[in-house]
T-cell receptor, first 113, second 114 residues
């Protein structure tokens, strides 16, 4: 049972273009939504995160858009660069003492020079 | 340097053998986690621990065991009961399991069982 659905599985974008990755969730108990970036052979690193009381959060070229009613959130990478080529994971964290993260299946982004 | 170390980076084992993956952190974090990563499936939680001498099963705990005898160490044993152990294993830690508490990941161990 996949609680966080991520699309697309892979994405190819030209340098300078906009990369958009989408995620949808089902469990309304989720209250924190981070995005992780992972380079080959490395562990994921937190990129940006949002709480459901905010509809948008921007950090540099990275923006999260959040639609609480639709239970969807997306990552936008503006002016995409070859160095952004990596796998991106959305995740959702739910309340309670454990604060477990549930991850999407990942999107492999390739930015062409 | 503060961080999470996992060793070894690559591990090869024969089917039927138990194997223990190391995870050490010097971040003084209370919570530690083990994830398994398979191609196209994202990360799945195996076990987590919020405090020393206590741990809970995650979504895919069958065939795995852990211990948390020290705050900085959370080793994972992949037992022979794990039907498909070949995967990339990631350890993570967080200050405490509160809302928005960032999980920091180690570099991972790639386990191959033949």
């Amino acid at each position: 049972q996949q609680q966080v659905k991520q699309s697309p599985q892979s994405l190819i974008v030209q340098k300078g273009g906009i990369s958009i990755i989408n995620c949808a969730y089902e469990n309304t108990a989720f209250d924190y939504f981070p995005w992780y970036q992972q380079f080959p052979g490395k562990g994921p690193a937190l990129l940006i995160a949002i709480r459901p009381d905010v509809s948008e959060k921007k950090e540099g070229r990275f923006t999260i858009s959040f639609n609480k009613s639709a239970k969807q959130f997306s990552l936008h990478i503006m002016d995409s660069q070859p160095g952004d080529s990596a796998t991106y994971f959305c995740a959702a964290q739910k309340g309670g003492s454990a604060r477990q993260l549930t991850f999407g299946s990942g999107t492999q982004l390739t930015v062409l020079p | 340097d503060g961080g999470i170390t996992q060793s070894p980076k690559y591990l090869f084992r024969k089917e039927g053998q138990n194997v223990t993956l190391s995870c050490e952190q010097n971040l003084n974090h209370d919570a530690m986690y083990w994830y398994r990563q398979d191609p196209g499936q994202g990360l799945r939680l195996i076990y987590y621990s919020q405090i020393v001498n206590d741990f809970q099963k995650g979504d895919i705990a069958e065939g795995y065991s852990v211990s948390r005898e020290k705050k900085e160490s959370f080793p994972l044993t992949v037992t022979s009961a794990q039907k498909n152990p070949t995967a990339f294993y990631l350890c993570a830690s967080s200050i405490q399991p509160g809302q928005g508490s960032e999980q920091y990941f180690g570099p991972g161990t790639r386990l191959t069982v033949t």
